[in-house]
């Protein structure tokens, strides 16, 4: 699975050919009622590696 969580982060870990694509997102849980707009997905960080 290339989905983990982590205290209150998401990591997904992404191989796109040669490069390893990691991103972070942050999830805030808001107090609206709505299924699709109760998390609040912030990007954290996005790294690129070349696993060459």
Request: aromatic share 20%; proline share 0%.
């Amino acid at each position: 699975d290339t989905k983990k969580n982590h205290k209150g982060h998401e990591v997904y870990i992404i191989y796109f050919g040669k490069q390893l694509i990691t991103y972070y997102f942050y999830i805030e849980l808001t107090l609206n009622t709505n299924f699709l707009q109760n998390h609040v997905i912030y990007l954290k960080h996005k790294s690129y590696i070349n696993i060459n």
